[in-house]
């Protein structure tokens, strides 16, 4: 079974420009996650889809990050404009439903921002 | 009170030893609870659920305590192998929303 797949794996820019990384769920999974993982401290839940649609984004600062799954399959994520302290790594994951099941982890996009 | 809190670490534990790790919740209403295991540079990956009887997998056993909200790991018979930051994830609420503790670093030396 293929598993998350997410690109880039690695980002360098400057402050105030713009990134966007993208992520391909686990085929068939119904909830996708994605998590921002600043060095030192565990995953932290930005935005949770179910299928096409949002049913948490309460820690997504709005400002500047938005995301979307438009057609309840892959998803992209975009930080503009970036800030010093958006470096992390940006995890996206996948479970079969929302019930609590287990999350499947992409690789991650590593975010370096100058 | 932080929401999921776990041991600092970082654990440094010679081959063959017996380590737990401990980590507390401040949310009675927590539904599910799980150890994930994440190695340097890559994602995190389920090491185990946490079910209310405790559940062994091998050399590595969970427990829950619900009434003083808190899950412990414990790694019996440390193999190089296991080294690497062992992350605790409480989960509840309609979603289900998985907080996850900062992490404990474990080393263990030949």
């Known amino acids: 079974e293929a598993g998350v797949a997410q690109s880039p794996r690695y980002k360098i820019i400057e402050k105030r420009q713009s990134v966007a990384f993208w992520c391909n769920p686990i085929?068939?999974?119904?909830?996708l996650y994605w998590y921002q993982q600043i060095l030192g401290q565990g995953p932290k839940l930005l935005i949770q889809?179910?299928?096409?649609?949002?049913?948490?984004d309460s820690q997504l600062p709005k400002d500047r990050f938005s995301a979307e799954r438009l057609k309840g399959v892959d998803s992209t994520l975009k930080i503009q404009p970036a800030k010093l302290e958006d470096s992390a790594v940006y995890l996206c994951?996948?479970?079969?439903?929302?019930?609590?099941?287990?999350?499947?982890f992409g690789p991650g996009t590593r975010l370096t921002v100058l | 009170r932080k929401e999921v809190e776990q041991d600092p670490g970082p654990f440094n534990v010679p081959e063959g030893a017996t380590v737990a790790f401990n980590c507390t919740y401040s949310?009675?209403?927590?539904?599910?609870f799980f150890w994930y295991r994440q190695d340097c540079r890559k994602e995190p990956k389920l090491l185990m659920s946490?079910?209310?009887s405790g559940n062994e997998d091998g050399r590595f056993t969970a427990q829950l305590n619900r009434a003083s909200q808190y899950i412990s790991l414990l790694i019996r018979d440390s193999k190089l192998s296991d080294s690497a930051t062992y992350l605790c994830?409480?989960?509840?609420?309609?979603?289900?929303?998985?907080?996850f503790g900062k992490g404990t670093l474990l080393t263990v030396n030949p």
């Open positions: 994951a996948s479970s079969l439903d929302s019930s609590g099941r287990e999350r499947f």
């Open positions: 946490v079910y209310s």
């Open positions: 889809f179910q299928n096409n649609g949002v049913v948490d």
């Open positions: 949310n009675s209403a927590s539904q599910s």
């Open positions: 085929s068939g999974h119904a909830t």
């Open positions: 994830a409480v989960g509840g609420g309609s979603n289900y929303k998985l907080t």
